[in-house]
């Protein structure tokens, strides 16, 4: 089993930067590919960005492609999303999932959610 942890939300300007993290503790942790989705009111679920167990994969959706970085770190339990240049249409729940590899969190077999955190953009 493992426990997936997000924290960072909050709210931000337009233009402006925020930085969300990921714990994951449990089993195996390193061995999974992480990623991260969001879900505005009203709108289903989306991809936003994933990386690899081995980091040297990463993969993100059109609409943040250039403005948000997905990394991972303190061993690899870890995973922040860095974002940049935030728009009104960022605003979402966003929600840190844990899979297999790579290809599935991008097809959205996700094995693990977190519970996700509120990142609202607006002035």
């Known amino acids: 089993q493992v426990q997936v942890a997000e924290s960072g939300g909050g709210l931000v300007q337009p233009g402006g930067s925020l930085r969300l993290s990921c714990a994951a503790s449990g089993r195996s942790t390193t061995s999974y590919a992480m990623g991260w989705f969001r879900q505005a009111p009203g709108k289903e679920r989306e991809f936003v960005a994933a990386?690899?167990?081995?980091?040297?994969?990463?993969y993100y959706s059109n609409s943040v492609k250039g403005r948000f970085t997905i990394s991972r770190e303190n061993a690899g339990n870890t995973v922040a999303l860095q974002m940049n240049s935030l728009k009104p249409e960022d605003t979402a729940v966003y929600y840190c999932a844990v899979a297999n590899s790579l290809d599935e969190v991008i097809d959205g077999s996700i094995d693990y959610w977190g519970q996700g955190t509120q990142v609202t953009v607006s002035s």
């Open positions: 990386i690899s167990r081995s980091r040297l994969g990463t």
